[in-house]
């Protein structure tokens, strides 16, 4: 493939082949190659560094709107890393023509989800380009947080026998962007889940410090994080499907256009692979927070088929889980 397609930003296969093949090549080093959502760093003390780009549309969607995802996205990529959140970038690419008052309404929408994460935009950057060249507006953000104490996130320690615990109900975002893309009736309720997750993960690792991984499944979904997580660390991975929480309106949508709501996007969710013998105090730990009342085990590591990731179907059959091969929804996040 000569030219960068829409697949290459999906999160699936051509993600990870374009890391793999242009990105680690030319910027490989111990941090980087983590392949975290974010980088640990120590400068002084342990912190972690993460960067993000969001080009989304529609730009405003029940649920939230460009900034307030901008600012979830990287305080969860941060979070995911094991970090406490602290200071954010935030630069935007404005086209010539976009209404002030739009931008107004996405400068108050990331103040106040960064007021919730508690955490401070502390430096920026504006460029405007000609009409009709940025698609109203583009937003990238950058963040700092501090490791916390006597934590380790990393697929290294994924290990045979480990639960895999599912924080809510997935597929919400996706299918909200294509509800409002394309005019499908969703329904009443049915929102985009984009939300920090700080709160929650801050309270995981308070119960349970040896939680071996942490990843919120976004671009490709669940299917992406799993198939990612058993190649890295050569487990093994079994999900059970009907332990998967999923809106009925989601199942829906999956039917209505042929979708594998595994490869749904999120934006507020995340999977955890915790030791077996503290996986229910994480989980009833987890449902104490808002964003984990719906959490729920729904799988496990194991020692073979390394690298393979399978789902028990309703029926008791077990199928293979594909990492997503194309773009699904382009332009998610």
């Known amino acids: 493939m000569n030219t960068i ?21 030319a910027f490989s080093n111990p941090m980087l190659n983590e392949l975290h959502d974010g980088a ?8 972690a560094f993460s960067t993000d780009s969001f080009v989304i549309e529609p730009l405003f969607f029940r649920g939230g709107d460009i900034g307030k995802l901008a600012v979830c996205g990287t305080v969860n990529d941060l979070s995911m890393t094991g970090a406490k959140p602290r ?11 976009f209404p002030m008052a739009d931008l107004e309404k996405i400068a108050q929408s990331m103040k106040k989800a960064a007021a919730e994460a508690g955490v401070f935009i502390v430096t920026g950057d504006t460029k405007v380009v000609e009409r009709g060249k940025g698609d109203g507006i ?19 320690n994924v290990t045979p026998g480990m639960k895999i615990i599912l924080s809510g109900y997935i597929g919400d975002h996706a299918a909200t962007i294509l509800g409002a893309r394309h005019g499908i009736d969703i329904g009443e309720n049915l929102k985009s889940d984009c939300a920090p997750l700080n709160s929650l993960t801050e309270e995981m690792l308070k119960i349970a410090p040896d939680i071996a991984l942490l990843r919120d499944p976004t671009r490709g979904g669940v299917a992406a994080v799993l198939n990612e997580i058993a190649a890295d ?7 059970d499907e009907e332990k998967i929480p999923v809106r ?7 039917e209505l256009l042929g979708f594998d709501v595994l490869q749904l996007a999120n934006e507020g969710k995340l999977l955890a692979f ?5 996986a229910e105090i994480v989980l009833e730990g987890m449902k104490q927070n808002p964003y984990g009342k719906n959490a729920a085990i729904i799988g496990e ?11 028990c179907t309703s029926i008791g059959a077990i199928r293979a889980v594909e990492m997503p091969q194309a773009e699904i929804v382009p332009r998610i996040c």
Request: charged share 20%; with cysteine; aromatic share 2%.
């Open 5 to 25: 397609t829409l697949a290459h930003g999906a999160g699936g296969k051509a993600s990870r082949e374009l890391t793999e093949k242009i990105i680690l090549p």
């Open 40 to 47: 640990k760093l120590q400068v002084g003390g342990n912190i």
């Open 87 to 97: 200071f954010l970038s935030a630069a935007m690419i404005v086209e010539e023509g």
């Open 138 to 156: 583009y937003i990238n953000t950058a963040g700092i947080g501090e490791i916390i104490h006597n934590v380790d996130i990393s697929p290294k």
């Open 233 to 239: 660390a050569q487990v093994g991975i079994l999900i």
């Open 248 to 254: 009925e309106e989601v199942r829906a949508v999956c």
């Open 274 to 278: 915790v030791p077996a013998d503290k």
């Open 301 to 311: 590591t194991r020692e073979n088929p390394a690298g393979v990731v399978g789902l």
